[in-house]
């Protein structure tokens, strides 16, 4: 018989605490994947953040710590330097990464820092009630923005894969999503490239993940992924932001 599917050795067999829908589970996936096709379970170290995200150091199959709200790229940074021929990753989401650890995953990648930061987006806090977050679209209502963000009052949406692709020692940036199984494939790509970057030494690289989030966007997990594709995308476009290997 033939086997089509199984469990990675990249993810331990604790069941994941994600709501129904959540793309979270596909991603840990696809990273567990990668580390585990790499060969490099044994000599990777993950940073787990603050948010939906919290319990990820039971969840993936490699050495983990955990890193206080927004802290990730900074403890990413030390355990880097300490420990150089480590692959160093963070796992973080928008809450975390885009709002109080901002400038830690901003110097992390002025700095060069050769880390993989991946990064997923699904507009909205989380684990702590739906609250706006700064990847919040225009017109999307959360508990805070009831009436939905208005930009006259709560500003414009960050988009970090463009912002960071402006910093010089960002080497590797690309936007991929979790909507359907082609584009899936690609976030798998984009993650390996991005630890590959990290192998040859070239800089600090950045995966954002689109990614549902049904239980706060208050629809199913059907729907939700429609409403990523019709949504979040056009906001958010898909592709390579900066890849300073094309250049070698």
């Known amino acids: 018989m033939i086997t089509v599917y199984e469990k990675t050795k990249g993810l331990t067999d604790k069941p ?5 829908g959540c793309t979270h589970g ?19 170290i993950g940073v787990a953040s603050v948010g939906c995200s919290v319990l990820s150091y039971e969840y993936f199959n490699c050495d983990m710590t955990q890193a206080a709200h927004g802290r990730a790229p900074a403890v990413a940074t030390g355990i880097k330097r300490v ?3 480590r692959f160093v990753f963070t796992y973080q989401g928008d809450g975390d990464l885009a709002s109080i650890g901002m400038s830690e995953v901003i110097h992390a990648a002025a700095r060069g820092e050769k880390i993989t930061v991946i990064f997923v987006n699904n507009a909205i806090y989380g684990m702590t009630g739906g609250q706006m977050a700064p990847t919040t679209l225009i017109g999307q209502k959360t508990v805070t923005s009831p009436e939905g963000r208005n930009p006259n009052i709560q500003g414009m949406p960050i988009r970090i894969s463009e912002m960071i692709s402006t910093l010089d020692g960002a080497a590797y940036i690309e936007r991929v999503s ?17 630890f590959e970057t990290q192998k040859k030494g070239i800089g600090f690289s950045l995966i954002e993940v689109l990614s549902t989030c049904p239980t706060n966007w208050g629809i199913d997990p059907i729907e939700s992924l429609e409403w990523m594709k019709n949504n979040m995308i056009p906001a958010y476009p898909l592709g390579v932001y900066k890849n300073i290997g094309e250049r070698e």
């Open 83 to 85: 420990l150089p021929d």
């Open 178 to 194: 979790t909507h359907d199984v082609p584009h899936i494939a690609k976030v798998k790509k984009a993650i390996r490239k991005a």
């Open 26 to 44: 596909i991603i840990h996936r696809i990273v567990g994947e990668v580390l585990a096709e790499m060969d490099i379970l044994e000599d990777t």
């Open 16 to 20: 994941t605490h994600y709501c129904p």
